[in-house]
């Protein structure tokens, strides 16, 4: 029998309806790592794989993270019977006297992350990390902690890593500067934008860390802590789950967008929190149904190695898409899904039936976000502009593609000197020389009018993209006015789908279209008429750049544009394939004239993303 990848999955069979089944997850995920504790318990090392900062504190990471999940599940009355490797591995990794001691914080550095994890445990359940320990532990601890507390944090969600921290001393009654806890507060609501959204800090993007880490952070502060930040950030949450449950699909699945999309199902961990933090932000539930059907989205997934430990990667393993801080620790990041189990049987949380997810039928427009989103046939489509990340590996693709999906997820490039085999989905890339190309990377600007997003841009400081980006379900138009000096090679692509074994797909390219029709879905692109002629292709993607399907077809549009002025228009589909398709495909929609486009930017607002902060009405 030929091994399947997805078995070793620990969600794998679990039905993740009931409390039950997520305790049952929870000890399943958390049990491969046993065999990893090193004799002091004090680090976890699951396997040779580097991040950026050094072994110790990836070490750290491994031991840490899943206390995000263990700890409210003590809390909720939970039997795990693994919590004295956890005391001896604290009272081991702060001593500086044991050859498992963590090394000292001395900068911004990888431990003060995994400290929040810590704080957050010894906040939460006391009984279990603090009382077992010795006078001498205690007193190592609370000297670590104390250290780690005194350096800056990083401009950005690291600053609740600290208030954590001092959450935890505040409960075991340790005396500390409190000044530096509302400093940090006060730095939090500078990143505050509008209506329940953030920046994590000063930067031209808002991706899964404002609900995975802003507002999960915020949520547990206003469960542990009372005071006018709490009630904030109560407030807040609840503007934000009004927008955040659009970037659900009907299967559970969420749009993949931005970086550390390894942590996978942590991506449920607003809708965790909600219930962590006793907030009704939506009906239960909606609420319960948005984070269990992701859950079990995750559970036929191969997300794990053959021995249960959670692999990098997204909808497998998949080092080419992580970032230089992913250790193979860093998946661990998930626990963060199992708030919810802090809370007891008879929560509304666990008596609410399941409601399916509330999509709307018209496209939606998130200004703070730079998004329109756009429910497709069960999947969910967000066009995108106004987001840049230019200091992590394929930002571009990461943040700066004009369309996700749920469903199709994205690709990275895997050759940045690959322009004939690139797969572009989503993307129209530029070649000078038929080898190196340029893609978006940032924007001179945005405007969103209604439900269309206008951006300029430039590949290069003297060639001008002015793109447009237009929903019409289930169809997506984008037009692109390019002013160049010189000639140039292009490509632009559609949405990746799974390609099969043997050549089983059906392939069909011709000038001004191209489509692919695999064993479920179908992905097309249309040329609307542009300034040039433009030939379709079906490009077999290389290996392992798209998140979820590791061998992807990508239609396309290639052709060469002179100097001067030229217009490039197309139309974008994919779905499952059914019924609608034979409707949809062959009427696809008009392509406006630039006019009328120009028009519809001139009405256009500034997408919040890029602006300063501070003005956002």
């Known amino acids: 029998m030929t091994y399947d990848p997805a078995s070793a999955n620990p969600l794998a069979g679990n039905p993740l309806q009931k409390r039950g089944d997520m305790q049952s997850a929870l000890l399943d995920l958390f049990d491969p790592l046993l065999p990893y504790f090193s004799t002091g318990n004090a680090r976890v090392r699951l396997d040779a794989a580097a991040a950026h900062f050094d072994r110790a504190a990836a070490d750290l990471e491994g031991f840490a993270r899943p206390l995000w999940g263990l700890a409210p599940f003590a809390a909720g009355g939970g039997d795990f019977g693994h919590w004295d490797r956890y005391a001896e591995g604290i ?80 409960r075991l009654g340790i005396d500390h500067d409190r000044s530096l806890t509302r400093s940090y507060l006060a730095e939090l609501d500078g990143f505050y934008i509008a209506d329940g959204w953030y920046r994590d800090g000063n930067v031209r993007r808002v991706d899964h860390y404002i609900a995975f880490a802003m507002h999960f952070y915020g949520l547990i502060y206003a469960r542990l802590v009372d005071d006018d930040h709490a009630k904030r950030y109560r407030e807040r949450a609840i503007s934000f ?132 989103m756009m429910p497709i046939n069960g999947d969910v489509v967000a066009l995108s502009s106004g987001q840049e990340n230019r200091q992590m590996r394929f930002g571009s693709e990461k943040y700066a593609k004009f369309a996700y999906s749920a469903r199709y997820a994205f690709s990275i490039e895997s050759d940045e000197r690959g322009f004939v085999g690139g797969a572009f989905d989503s993307m129209l890339a530029f070649s000078d020389d038929g080898i190196h190309y340029r893609v978006r990377e940032a924007n001179e600007e945005v405007l969103i009018a209604g439900d269309v997003l206008f951006s300029k841009w430039s590949p290069w400081p003297d060639v001008l993209v002015e793109t447009w980006l237009i929903p019409s379900s289930p169809w997506h138009v984008r037009v692109h006015r390019i002013t160049t000096p010189r000639p140039l090679e292009t490509a632009e692509g559609g ?123």
């Not at 489509?515 to 433009?534: K, M, Y």
């Not at 030939?535 to 990508?554: D, F, Y």
């Open 91 to 170: 009272a081991n990794g702060t001593d500086p006297q044991h050859p498992e001691f963590w090394g000292q914080v001395n900068g911004r550095d990888q431990r003060m992350v995994e400290l929040a994890a810590l704080g957050f445990a010894l906040a939460l359940v006391p009984e279990k990390l603090w009382d077992p320990l010795s006078r001498r532990a205690r007193e190592n601890l609370v000297a670590y902690l104390l250290h780690a507390r005194t350096f800056d944090y990083a401009d950005n969600n690291w600053k609740f890593f600290r208030i954590f921290v001092d959450i935890a001393l505040d």
């Open 495 to 617: 949405f990746a789908i799974d390609r099969r074994d043997f050549d089983a797909d059906t392939l069909f390219a011709a000038e001004g279209t191209a489509h692919a029709i695999g064993a479920e879905d179908f992905s097309g692109i249309r040329d609307l008429g542009s300034t040039v002629p433009r030939e379709g292709i079906v490009q077999k993607a290389p290996p392992n750049t798209n998140l979820i399907a590791a061998r992807t077809l990508v239609p396309q549009l290639r052709t060469s544009i002179p100097s001067g002025e030229t217009v490039l228009g197309c139309a974008v589909i994919a779905f499952r394939n059914n019924p609608a398709l034979a409707e949809a495909w062959p009427s696809p929609p008009v392509m406006p004239g630039i006019e009328k486009l120009v028009a519809i930017r001139a009405e256009g607002l500034n997408v919040s993303t890029m602006l300063a902060p501070g003005r956002i009405p």
């Open 241 to 372: 789950a009004q927008d955040f449950r659009h970037w659900f699909a009907e299967d559970g699945a969420t749009l993949p967008f931005g970086r550390s999309l390894t942590y996978r199902f942590a991506c449920a961990g607003f809708w965790s929190a909600l219930a962590f933090a006793d907030l009704e932000a939506l009906p239960w539930g909606e609420i319960k149904g948005l984070c269990l059907r992701h859950l079990r989205w995750w559970a036929d997934k191969p997300i794990a190695h053959r021995d249960g430990v959670l692999s990098i990667g997204y909808g497998y393993p998949n080092l080419l898409m992580s970032e230089s801080y992913n250790s193979a620790g860093s998946p661990y990041w998930a626990f963060k899904a199992f708030l919810p189990l802090a809370t007891g049987e008879n929560h509304p949380f666990w008596t609410s039936t399941e409601v399916p997810l509330q999509q709307s039928t018209e496209p939606l427009d998130l200004r703070h976000a730079g998004m329109v």
